[in-house]
């Protein structure tokens, strides 16, 4: 089971990026999924989290201009990123706590999955 992160880029402040995050593998559940970003030298810390039923809660920072969604058919989960500024500039990184999957005849779960990082830089 794996997370696959992308869709981060260059772009100038007040602009757009939409991030993703596909899981791979006989999955047949997945709960919270959540994104983190991180600067160099810094925690990494919330950014925005979404549960099984939708129910989403944002950092103070970003509510109003970032939007998770999640397509459950899919196993991915979305980032909007509107209204970029400088300080949004980051590694952003997709987790989540618990996966469940089908390995042969057995339901196995798998805890605390990141995906690989997506770098976003905003420009002033």
């Known amino acids: 089971v794996q997370l696959q992160a992308c869709g981060g880029g260059l772009v100038q402040a007040g602009g757009s990026l939409r991030l993703s995050c596909a899981a791979s593998?006989?999955?047949?559940?997945?709960?919270?999924i959540g994104w983190y970003r991180q600067v160099p030298g810094k925690q990494r810390d919330l950014v925005a989290r979404i549960n099984t039923g939708g129910s989403t809660e944002y950092a103070d920072s970003v509510k109003g201009r970032f939007t998770i969604s999640r397509d459950n058919a899919k196993n991915t989960v979305y980032l909007q990123l509107n209204s970029l500024k400088p300080e949004d500039t980051a590694v952003y990184y997709c987790?989540?706590?618990?996966?469940?999957?089908?390995?042969?005849?057995?339901?196995?779960?798998?805890?605390?999955?990141w995906g690989q990082g997506t770098e976003v830089t905003v420009s002033s």
């Open positions: 987790n989540a706590p618990q996966i469940w999957y089908r390995s042969g005849l057995a339901s196995v779960m798998a805890t605390d999955r």
């Open positions: 593998g006989s999955i047949f559940r997945i709960d919270a």
